[in-house]
């Protein structure tokens, strides 16, 4: 753990937060940190687990922040529901940390923070270049949605009316189309695929999404990146499929690091695209152009 990029402090009117002691980079790991405590589905054996912590990091976990009233829930399972954050994408498993756990929401992030299955740590890496200083904000939502779904998640799951940067700067509205845009295109990336058997059309909405993410300064982009790798290679255009790998692999590495479960799978395909398990699936269709 390199504990000189950050500090946890209190912040004006959210608790404490944690807070950048020095520029730090775009793609800079900030933090991979250990669990505290497991979470799983069973909230008595949860709550067990938290009772035979030894008593400094019980005192760590009940030092945490609890959004919810006794009434609603006992205070244990108001911390872990405040504080736990998933091991994986659609996983009932979660954990709670010391410092992580500190990390506040912004719509418009400068970190990401993901479950790297084979440290079995959550780690938080920059998304963008982050000035001495500057808070250290994670989203706890996907940075692809509308302004009011938002805030009517946030204040379901975590009690609070975002007023971050993104949500009180007059691009709010703007940055909705674009949420729009882009949702429209990746669901028409779709049909071009698999219903209508145009990919280059396909690969047009793939660059079309990558240019309005860049513009407004959307992190995410890896997710579209690699649908271009993937019409690619399902359409035995392989050179093309190279470029995308390489630059879906320079996305992972920003994203997650080189110990990142994703950059690690596919720095395989990138040497050999046509080892991909979706290849050739679509015959061939010339893309050179798209
Ligand atoms: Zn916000």
Known sequence: ??????????????GKGMFATRDIKHGTCILSENPLVLIGPDNQRNFEAVNSLPMIN???????????????????AGIIKTNALPRGP??????VYRDLSRVN???APNVHHFWNRITEKESIHAVK??????????SYEEVLMPWAARQVSLQKKFRFECRCKLCTSASNEEYDATVARV?????LIMVYVSMKNDP???????????ALMDKAGIWG???FIHDGYQISAMYSNYDLAKEWADLLLESYLLDEGESGDLYKRYLGYAQNPKSHERAGWGGYIDLKGA
């Open 1 to 14: 753990m390199n504990d000189a990029l950050y500090i946890i402090k209190d912040t004006p009117s959210n």
């Open 200 to 210: 280059r059309k396909a690969i047009e909405c793939v660059r079309e999404i990558l």
């Open 183 to 187: 949702k429209k295109l990746s669901d």
């Open 90 to 95: 659609n996983s009932d498993e979660a954990a």
């Open 105 to 107: 929401h912004s719509c």
């Open 221 to 223: 982009k890896s997710t």
């Open 58 to 76: 019980k005192m760590q976990f009940l030092a945490l922040r609890n959004v919810y009233s006794e009434k609603e829930m006992p205070v244990l």
């Open 129 to 138: 270049d982050i000035a001495a200083g500057d808070e250290i904000l994670t």
